[in-house]
Structure formats: C-alpha cells, structure tokens
C-alpha cells in the first residue's frame, strides 16, 4: 500500500483531464482526490497499484491535454479515505493556463444534426473536448462561476451531465442546452437566405463578429470592399471541409493537417484556376481558407445546402463558399461587444446576428501557412492564444510592449512566457483601449504582477510611452534584436548566433531606419556586423505607401535619375522626388522591405499600395521558378548591395524579374551569410522580420543555409512579422 501526491501543470483545465484521472483511479481501485489548486492539478493517490497510475494515466490523456510538468511524492498514508472523488477548485494564484478555444468535436456535431439528440441543431453545444475557452474565460481557475456562462443557470439534464464524472460533459464550463443556454437572435434558415440573396451579414463568432458574404457573388464582394474600405488586400474563404476546399486550391498533405487541426486557423494555399471572383484576392496566386469551425457555422453550410440530417453530408464536396472576414472599421480592432455592433456594422452589413454570451477576450482568426513542411505564423490568435512558450530558464515576470504595428503583449511567469493573440496597429484609440483590455486580461488571467517593463527603443512609439508610466525597471530593445531574440527565446537558445532581420522598418540605434540587418547575438547583446546598402528614402514613411518612390531612388542611386520623370510621368511628384534625390534632402533606409516595393514598381505591379506589403504579395504571385543573376549582387565588410539585380530587371517581363529578383536575393543572401560564418567560427543562424513571410524568400534561404551546412532557425511558435517582437523584448529584458 503507497500513498502520492501529485502535483502536473500544462494545458488540464476545461479539456476533460480531471475525469480523465478518476477513470484511472477507478480502474486501479485507489482512493484518493484530484482538483485544481493555484500550484496546479493536485492529485493524492492511495492503493495497491499507485506505480501504474502516472504511465496509464499519461497514455490516455484527452486529446487537447498537455502535460508541461509532473512531480511524484511519497505521503502518510490515509486510514479513512474510502473512494476517490473530483473536489472544487481552490481559488488563487494559478500555475495551470486555459487552453484556447478550439472546433466543434466529431461527437458534438452528431449529435447536432441527429434529431433525436437533445441538442438537435443547437448552436452553441459543446463538451470537454471542444467549444470556447479562452473568448469566455474571465479568470482561473477554470470554474463556470468565471466564464460568460456565469449568467446560464444548468437545466436539470445539463447539471445531470456536468456533474457525472462519467459523462464527456463533466465540467465542460461552458455545457448547455436550448433549455438554459445561450440563444441566437435570428434563425439559422432566416441567414442563409440573407446569403442566398447576395446580403452581407454581420455574425457573431466565437471571438468577435465577422462580415460574410457569398464568395460566389462579385456584387456582394464589391460592396463589401466599399463599405469595409478594403479595396485590394485578400479576403478569407471558409469551406465546410477538405474535399470542398479543393475546388479553390491545390493542398498537400500539411496544408490538410493544418486546416482540420482543431485551431482550425486560416490557411494559405495554392490557388486554382476557378469561377471565383477575381476580386476575392486580386492578383495573388494564394487563397487563405479555413473550414467551419463552430456548430453556428456548421448549421449554416446545412441550411445552405438543404438542412439535411445526419454526419453524410459531412464528408461530401459543396460548391458552398463564404467569405469570411473580421468585423471591423477604419483600422480599428475586431468588434466583440454587442452594443458597438449594432452602431457599427450597418455601416457594412444589411443583418446583424448575435446572441446573448458576452466576448470577455476578443480573439481574431488565425492565419498560417506551411513553409519547409511546417506551419508559420502569420496571425497568431484563436486557436492558439494562450498556449504557453516554455523558456530555457525561468526569468523575473517581464512585461513587454511589443511592437507598434501588429501590435502583441507578452508577460512571463517563471520558465513561460505568454503571447497575446494578435492586437493589431497602435494608430487609433479604438486599438488603443483594446491593447490595454488585453494587457488587464492577460495580467488578471495569469495572476502575474511585472517586475520589469520592456519596450521598443522608438522615443516617439506608444510602447515608450507607457513604459514611461510605469513604476518600474524599463528595457529599450532595438527593433531587429527583439525580432532575433524572439527566435532564439523559441527555440531555447542561449549560445552565440548569426540573426538576419528582414523587414521593412525598425528604428535603429543611430536613429535610422534599418531593416535588412545581420547581426551576431550573444546573451543579451548584439553586435551589428553589416546591414543592406543603404539607399534614400524619399518622402520617408510616405516612400512604404508609395513605392513608385523607392524606385526613383534605386534610378538615382545607380545614375539614372534623370529618367525619373520619364518613368513616373503620371506621377504629380517626381519632379519633387528627382529634385530630393539629387539634393541628398532624404533619410536614407537600409530597408528589404523597400526592396521589395522597389523592384514591384521597377516591373510596373503597382505604383501604390492600397495595403501593407502589397508590392511584396503581387512580386511573390509571380514567381514561377527562381533564376540567379550572375553577380546580381555585392557584399563588403559592411554592406550587402542588391542593386546589379534591380538594374537588371528594369526593362524586363513582370514575370521574368519576379523570378530573377527573387533568385538572386536569396543566392546573395545565402553568400552573404556564409561568409560571415566562417568569419565569426558562428553556425547557428536566426531568420526573422515580416519579409520572410515570403514562402519563397523563406523556403529559399533555409534550403540554401542548410546546404551549405548551417544551423537554421526560424519562427515557428509566432509570426516573424511584429507579432513575434514582444517575446524577445521579453526574454532580453528578462536576462538583464
């Protein structure tokens, strides 16, 4: 006879883990207790075969469970223990974390369209293993008494389920029926008939509204690109499974894996050549689908399609496709609140359809595609917020503001580390007010007060502001050091490494825009080796608008100026521009991104973005194969040149430079890097910034780093755009 205690940490609340462990405990006959506490799931065991308790109990954990820790200790036997039994949680600190909110299981969604089953077509059923987490969790522990499902009161049959630790339903906090849970406004056939006739909805998802339309109707897009004022940047779609996603795009057998995982996050793919509006993503050769991912979205493909009954369906092809996109306005955050929507959204939609749970986290869609057979981030947020990043060592609880432009938090608790789901661009006060909804969120979900504040090194950013308000040790972190440090925090490294940031802007220590930088990291230091050969940037942050100007600088700065007005004879200003150039009146930039916009200018893509990174999307779209430029690029001890490629591809096919410009600067990259590892005796290189959300600039780079024999390291965990930032901010700060 032995008697342990257990103590695990991980992802164990509201995934079915404490009936999971009476179930063990019941076949191996023991006594004993388990319940969540503030120092994580405790469990004291007694019996004959306690020994096999931690292996069974770990070979059958529910399938969103993971264990990060589990401490054994042998205690005093109990002499009056006869069962085993779940008792209630212990409020307090926590050290376990929500898991995020994920799809409707397989088990659900039978029951959902069988006409017997209680919750026959109701949308808002779930269980331990599925449903919201995260979007309705006030506080931990994970009780109901502090989720939005406070105000529900469980009918008779739903206390049933929710306190037989048999049941799947056994403490799924947000459990309920149509008899005591939440209700939809308006009937699911009422929407899809809204659909049918070409209406933009206004729904309200787990994490916040989203405008739909049929994909399907160029008219209906149209409009919804107005009114969203969205005039060109790509638009999501949501099929309602894999065999209807296929008539859109090409998918292998990652990109499948990706889009059913229980995230269920928006996918980037190959498009197909299709009826679909053009418009769904002008002149991208990549669609970013997601499929249905709440019963709320199930029961609308059904009615689409005939409200048939039963799983059949499921598994067949429609022709049914929505565009799926957030509810928001003018640059401001996603709406969540049900008041705003209804002043809000008639701006964009003819219906409106909420319910009566509140949205305590707003949380928007995920985005990701598969880049070297892996996923990366390109928004990070439901389905994979809050899951913890485990550190290499434990570090005082930091708090770090992140970036400017796609905007996250990150707070630390010991050896984790926790990323906000994506917050977006500081430019408004509506971003503004839910960058610090998210801060108290995160800070009252995790119970951890900051010791430390860090914050990019911008004097002017809203971050150094605010860090300037606090009462505590603050931390200025270089723009391009927290993106590298933000990989090396990931992937728990603490040696010597290479970083190649790659990214549009990011102030630099000389009050310069960098943004093509190779450094060498140590610790918490950096060294800046090289960098891009610096290059005017005309009209500053207007030159990332307008790429047509960073054109006319690659002209001035190979000896062309005077064909500035020649070339951008529409352009009202390049007079001006030629005469800034030729006066050396410019901030100059050592800047890929404007790369990027240069080249797209240089090949006639566009003159104008009409979103971020467009001239970057449309260059990318166009790559067939890449092709390398015999000496299309130089490099000394202190700068890397692409210009010989820009020069190049000045009068040459759209297509033709895409593959060239795309070629030569991942073999130049390559070379470059190469070169300063065998200079430094450094292997191990970190890739980041938002230019590597290029697949094949990535792809490139990692292939061509590892064939040459070099350790490679990318983002995985985060975005490599400015949603990464926060956590490296986080870890330097963390290590001072």
Same mark, same amino acid.
């Given at each position: 006879?032995?008697?342990?205690?257990?103590?695990?940490?991980?992802?164990?609340?509201?995934?079915?883990?404490?009936?999971?462990?009476?179930?063990?405990?019941?076949?191996?006959?023991?006594?004993?207790?388990?319940? @969540?506490?503030?120092?994580?799931?405790?469990?004291?065991?007694?019996?004959?075969?306690?020994?096999?308790?931690?292996e069974?109990?770990?070979?059958?954990?529910?399938?969103?469970?993971?264990?990060?820790?589990?401490s054994?200790?042998?205690?005093?036997?109990?002499?009056?223990?006869?069962?085993f039994?779940?008792?209630?949680?212990?409020?307090?600190?926590?050290?376990?974390?929500?898991?995020?909110?994920?799809?409707?299981?397989?088990?659900?969604l039978?029951?959902?369209?069988?006409?017997? *089953?209680?919750?026959?077509?109701?949308?808002?059923?779930?269980?331990?293993?599925?449903?919201?987490?995260?979007?309705?969790?006030?506080? %931990?522990?994970?009780?109901r008494?502090?989720?939005?499902?406070?105000?529900?009161?469980?009918?008779?049959?739903?206390?049933?389920?929710?306190?037989? !630790?048999?049941?799947?339903?056994? $403490?799924?906090?947000?459990? /309920?029926? *149509?008899?005591?849970?939440?209700?939809?406004?308006?009937?699911?056939?009422?929407?899809?008939?809204?659909?049918?006739?070409?209406?933009?909805?206004?729904?309200?998802?787990?994490?916040?509204?989203?405008?739909?339309?049929?994909?399907? @109707?160029?008219?209906?897009?149209?409009?919804?690109?107005?009114?969203?004022?969205?005039?060109?940047?790509?638009?999501?779609?949501?099929?309602i499974?894999?065999?209807?996603?296929?008539?859109?795009?090409?998918?292998?057998?990652?990109?499948?894996?990706?889009?059913?995982?229980?995230?269920?996050?928006?996918v980037?793919?190959?498009?197909?050549?299709t009826?679909?509006?053009?418009?769904?993503?002008?002149?991208? *050769?990549?669609?970013?689908?997601?499929?249905?991912?709440?019963?709320?979205?199930?029961?609308?493909?059904?009615?689409?399609?005939?409200?048939?009954?039963?799983?059949?369906?499921?598994e067949?092809?429609?022709?049914?496709?929505?565009?799926?996109t957030?509810?928001?306005?003018h640059?401001?955050?996603?709406?969540?609140?049900?008041?705003?929507?209804?002043r809000?959204?008639?701006?964009v939609?003819?219906?409106?359809?909420?319910?009566?749970?509140?949205?305590?986290?707003?949380?928007?869609?995920?985005v990701?595609?598969?880049?070297?057979?892996?996923?990366?981030?390109?928004?990070?947020?439901?389905?994979?917020?809050?899951?913890?990043?485990?550190?290499?060592?434990?570090?005082?609880?930091?708090l770090?503001?992140?970036?400017h432009?796609k @905007?996250?938090?990150? %707070?630390?608790?010991?050896?984790?580390?926790?990323?906000?789901?994506?917050?977006?661009?500081?430019?408004?006060?509506?971003?503004?007010?839910?960058?610090?909804?998210t801060?108290?969120?995160?800070?009252?979900?995790?119970?951890?007060? !900051?010791?430390?504040?860090?914050?990019?090194?911008?004097?002017?950013?809203?971050?150094?502001?605010?860090?300037?308000?606090f *009462?505590?040790?603050?931390?200025?972190?270089? $723009?391009?050091?927290?993106?590298?440090?933000?990989?090396?925090?990931?992937?728990?490294?603490?040696?010597?490494?290479?970083g190649?940031?790659?990214?549009?802007?990011?102030?630099?220590?000389?009050?310069?825009?960098?943004?093509?930088?190779?450094?060498?990291?140590?610790?918490h230091?950096?060294?800046?080796?090289?960098?891009?050969?610096?290059?005017?940037?005309?009209?500053?942050?207007?030159a990332?608008?307008?790429?047509?100007?960073?054109?006319?600088?690659?002209?001035?700065?190979?000896?062309?100026?005077?064909?500035?007005?020649?070339?951008?004879?529409?352009?009202?200003? /390049?007079?001006?521009?030629q005469?800034?150039?030729t006066?050396?009146?410019?901030f100059?930039?050592?800047?890929?991104?404007?790369?990027?916009?240069?080249?797209?200018?240089?090949?006639?893509?566009?003159?104008?973005?009409?979103?971020?990174g467009?001239?970057?999307?449309?260059?990318?779209?166009?790559?067939?194969?890449?092709?390398?430029?015999?000496?299309?690029?130089?490099?000394n001890?202190?700068?890397?040149?692409?210009? !010989?490629?820009?020069?190049?591809?000045?009068?040459?096919?759209?297509v033709?430079?895409?593959?060239?410009?795309?070629?030569t600067?991942?073999?130049g990259?390559?070379?470059?890097?190469?070169?300063?590892?065998?200079?430094?005796?450094?292997?191990?290189?970190?890739?980041?910034?938002?230019c590597?959300?290029?697949?094949?600039?990535?792809?490139?780079?990692?292939?061509?780093?590892?064939?040459?024999?070099?350790?490679?390291?990318?983002?995985r965990l985060?975005?490599a755009?400015?949603?990464?930032?926060?956590?490296?901010?986080?870890?330097?700060?963390?290590?001072?």
């Open positions: 006879m032995q008697r342990l205690q257990l103590i695990i940490n991980g992802q164990v609340q509201g995934v079915g883990f404490r009936p999971t462990v009476y179930r063990v405990a019941q076949q191996l006959n023991l006594t004993g207790f388990v319940k @969540n506490t503030g120092m994580g799931v405790l469990i004291k065991i007694q019996g004959l075969k306690t020994h096999d308790f931690t069974l109990l770990t070979s059958r954990l529910p399938s969103l469970a993971r264990l990060d820790s589990l054994s200790t042998s205690i005093a036997l109990s002499v009056l223990e006869k069962n039994v779940i008792l209630n949680s212990d409020m307090g600190m926590s050290a376990t974390i929500i898991g995020p909110d994920v799809t409707v299981c397989a088990d659900c039978t029951e959902l369209f069988e006409p017997k *089953s209680r919750y026959y077509r109701y949308p808002f059923l779930n269980c331990t293993q599925c449903g919201p987490r995260y979007s309705i969790t006030h506080a %931990l522990p994970y009780d008494a502090q989720t939005a499902m406070a105000d529900f009161p469980l009918c008779h049959a739903c206390s049933r389920d929710y306190h037989d !630790p048999l049941n799947r339903r056994y $403490h799924a906090q947000p459990t /309920a029926c *149509s008899q005591c849970g939440p209700v939809l406004r308006v009937a699911i056939n009422t929407i899809a008939d809204d659909l049918r006739m070409g209406k933009i909805i206004a729904l309200k998802g787990l994490g916040g509204y989203q405008f739909i339309c049929d994909a399907k @109707n160029a008219h209906a897009i149209a409009r919804l690109r107005l009114k969203k004022a969205r005039s060109a940047k790509p638009l999501a779609l949501m099929c499974n894999v065999k209807s996603a296929q008539l859109w795009v090409n998918m292998d057998r990652n990109e499948e894996a990706l889009l059913t995982s229980a995230a269920r996050p928006i980037l793919m190959e498009k197909k050549v009826a679909l509006p053009e418009s769904v993503a002008p002149g991208l *050769s990549s669609l970013g689908i997601m499929l249905a991912s709440t019963p709320l979205h199930y029961l609308l493909f059904n009615a689409l399609i005939g409200n048939v009954n039963g799983t059949a369906w499921l067949e092809t429609h022709s049914q496709v929505l565009i799926v957030s509810a928001n306005l640059g401001n955050p996603l709406i969540a609140d049900d008041t705003q929507a209804l809000e959204c008639p701006w939609a003819e219906s409106i359809i909420t319910y009566n749970r509140s949205i305590v986290a707003r949380v928007d869609d995920s990701v595609r598969i880049m070297a057979e892996k996923p990366f981030f390109i928004r990070r947020a439901r389905g994979f917020v809050p899951t913890r990043i485990l550190l290499a060592h434990a570090v005082p609880p930091t770090a503001l992140g970036g432009l @905007n996250t938090l990150c %707070l630390t608790r010991g050896a984790e580390a926790f990323v906000s789901a994506h917050i977006g661009n500081l430019n408004t006060k509506a971003t503004i007010d839910f960058f610090h909804d801060l108290e969120h995160l800070q009252r979900l995790l119970a951890v007060k !900051p010791e430390r504040i860090a914050h990019d090194c911008h004097p002017d950013s809203y971050s150094t502001r605010l860090a300037n308000s *009462s505590l040790p603050q931390f200025a972190i270089q $723009h391009h050091h927290a993106h590298l440090a933000s990989v090396a925090a990931e992937h728990q490294l603490t040696g010597p490494m290479l190649l940031a790659l990214d549009g802007y990011g102030y630099g220590l000389d009050k310069n825009a960098w943004g093509g930088e190779l450094f060498l990291l140590e610790k230091t950096f060294q800046r080796l090289s960098h891009f050969l610096p290059i005017a940037q005309p009209g500053g942050e207007t990332s608008r307008e790429p047509w100007r960073m054109a006319a600088s690659v002209w001035h700065h190979l000896g062309r100026g005077t064909e500035i007005t020649t070339r951008f004879i529409a352009q009202a200003q /390049a007079l001006d521009v005469t800034l150039l006066k050396n009146l410019c100059a930039t050592s800047s890929c991104g404007r790369l990027f916009d240069a080249a797209a200018a240089i090949l006639g893509l566009l003159t104008h973005s009409q979103y971020e467009q001239g970057a999307m449309l260059l990318e779209s166009l790559v067939t194969k890449p092709l390398v430029l015999a000496n299309g690029w130089d490099f001890d202190q700068t890397f040149n692409l210009l !010989p490629t820009l020069a190049f591809i000045s009068d040459k096919d759209p033709v430079g895409a593959n060239i410009f795309h070629g600067l991942i073999a990259l390559c070379d470059w890097l190469v070169y300063w590892a065998k200079l430094s005796q450094v292997k191990g290189i970190l890739l980041s910034g938002g590597l959300l290029n697949k094949v600039l990535a792809e490139g780079l990692v292939n061509g780093l590892r064939q040459a024999k070099l350790k490679v390291y990318v983002p985060l975005p755009n400015d949603g990464g930032i926060s956590l490296g901010q986080a870890w330097l700060a963390g290590n001072r």
